[in-house]
């Protein structure tokens, strides 16, 4: 099912190959959101960037790119970083919202957030060799029902170093799931992805009742969690999953 309207939150690693694939797939509108530059560091894995856009804004760039390759597209950048303030309107303007974050507050806002607005939400990470993503639907399994907790101790990308090639792989994969709502109520797949063999997996997620986002009862709420830049979630062992 194709959305008419996709949001792309992070015009990296991830959101740079999503947005050709999503523009490929036919989708007719797109808008893209980061309140980054360009720096020299990323040319080699956010393939819309070029050398000349170091210094401009990533969603500038992006947009420019889009705009010359699919004529008839409609992309609007957006150079903001989303909020608890602003993510429900963002979210309730758009059928799909692709998290291409690298911050892992920014990651619980979007699920709390799709699970408020009833937007679908595609999570996706990629850290050393190993890249995630799963569609998150409204009425769950959430972010939250994958890690519980947003985690403190992960390494930076700096520190842990993000294969190009990789990011581009969970990016073409995180636009394909846009188009894919999930077959059953409650039951997500989480995509694995392994760089050094090239081993996939699917991991059965299943919707906590006790979740305090999604869960039965729960009330989710969006607040602005502590978000150092470049960190993404390392475990690819899900809080509870079923095999
Ligand atoms: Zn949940």
Redesign the pocket.
């Known amino acids: 099912m194709l959305p008419a309207s996709v949001a792309i939150v992070g015009l990296g690693g991830l959101g740079c190959p999503a947005s050709l694939a999503l523009a490929r797939l036919g989708v007719r509108a797109l808008t893209l959101v980061d309140p980054d530059v360009v720096d020299v560091t990323n040319l080699h894995r956010q393939p819309w960037h070029h050398p000349a856009d170091v210094g401009r804004p990533k969603v500038e760039s992006a947009a420019e790119k889009l705009r010359r390759q699919f004529p008839d597209l409609r992309v609007e950048a957006r150079q903001a970083r989303v909020t608890a303030g602003s993510v429900e309107a963002l979210f309730r303007a758009h059928d799909v919202v692709l998290d291409a974050t690298d911050g892992v507050g920014t990651k619980f806002l979007l ?1 709390d957030a799709g ?1 408020i607005t009833g937007t679908p939400v595609v999570y996706a990470g990629v850290l050393r060799f190993e890249g995630l993503a799963m569609r998150l639907e409204p009425r ?6 994958l890690f519980e907790t947003p985690p403190t101790d992960v390494p930076t990308c700096a520190e842990a170093g993000v294969l190009g090639a990789m990011a581009g792989l969970v990016g073409g994969l995180q636009a394909t799931l846009a188009t894919r709502p999930n077959a059953q109520p409650g039951l997500g797949l989480l995509h694995v992805v392994d760089g050094r063999d090239l081993s996939f997996r699917v991991v059965k997620v299943r ?2 009742g006790d ?5 039965e009862g ?1 009330k989710a709420v969006l607040r602005d969690e502590d978000d150092p830049s470049c960190r993404v979630p390392p475990s690819t062992s899900p809080a509870r999953s079923a095999p």
């Not at 769950?140 to 029902?145: N, Q, S």
């Not at 979740?211 to 869960?215: H, L």
């Open positions: 699920s699970v769950g399994p959430c972010l939250r029902c919707r906590r979740c305090v986002a999604c869960g729960a």
